[in-house]
């Protein structure tokens, strides 16, 4: 609930508030007579009355139509009391009410016989005027919030749209990268140890080393992943998001799958925890695409921060030919680049291989 906003049973007991107000209103006027009850009716009987009239103030969030229909009969009855102006009140109070929560031909038909018994209730062209006006504003009020709240509430459920779409697609692309990284190289690490396996063990028993390093990093990042699709008091810690630091690490795991990457890092230290995220991610899949378009080939990373934006560049020398389409992990690329309103280009390298270039503004402040 919003801040400020008063819960169902605050409004309710804000009505009966009122309807007690009121009822102590009309009671003080007619204990000092201001209105002359016809002869014929008992004083009690005008006091049942009375106080029953207001009983729609108090009860009219409950059922809205019905209790603005007796709202309307009680005003004839504190009429015929000398008490007509403090039932318009009930009735207006109910008409508003049908307004705001029915459909407006539905109170348009509640307005309609509050007219007429206005014509039957108030006496004097002026009197009917005036209460012809407090009813047709009140109506149209009522109409006015209506919109404005079912305004608000569409732009509400957009905008929670909006934010599970962009949220699925979050994680969709960590999921990607994640899945898209490590299964490469753990393909490519496995054809390696499955060559030289019996010819050079030592390094068939290195490249299973690799295969189950790469195998328990992506294990953990889906664990993380995974685990923002679900919250509670009982969940074991996630593993952190990975940071630009660990760059290094990514460099030594790609280079088991047969592609020497050299490293080259500035700045980076206090990267806000988004964009460095980001940056390891956008590394991390130009890393993959070189391993499975390119390997065995030679690359350099090149990160490079100052303060209010960063620089990321990737250039292999791969021969087995980039067709530049643009698949998953070029679009996941440049979903992460757009989310900080910066630039990415990717293509095939003027000398031979490919080249993927990425700038992410950034404010330090928000580090």
Known sequence: MDKGRLTP???????????AVVAFIVYGNLGA????????IPRWVGLVVVFTGLVPIALRR????????????????????????????????TLYLVATTTPWRTSAVALAPALVISLAVVTGDFQVLACWLALGTTWTLGLLTKDRRETAALVQRQRSAEAVSAERLRIARELHDIVAHSLTLIAVTASVANHVAERRPEEGRAALDAIERTSRTALA??????????SGPDDVPLAPAPTPDELAALVRQTESAGVQ?????????????GVGQSVYRIVQEALTNVVKHAAPAQCRVEVRADGTAVDIEVTDDGTRGHDGAPGHGLIGMRERVAHYDGDFTAGPAP?????????????????
Do not use: C, K, N
Not at 261 to 273: C, F, H, K, N, Q
Not at 351 to 367: E, K, N, S
């Open 9 to 19: 049973r605050q409004l309710v007991g804000a009505d009966v508030a009122l309807a």
């Open 33 to 40: 007579g201001a209105w002359t009850m016809s002869a014929a």
């Open 62 to 93: 409950f059922w809205p139509v019905p209790v603005h229909a007796a709202a309307l009969v009680s005003w004839l009855g504190l009429t015929a009391i000398g008490a007509g102006w403090e039932g318009l009140a009930a009735v207006l109070l």
């Open 221 to 230: 990042d889906l664990r993380r992943v995974l685990g923002m699709l679900r």
């Open 261 to 273: 990457v050299a490293l080259v890092t500035d700045g980076i230290e206090d990267l806000p925890e």
């Open 351 to 367: 000398d031979g291989g490919f080249t993927v270039r990425a700038r992410l503004p950034y404010d330090r402040v928000d580090a």
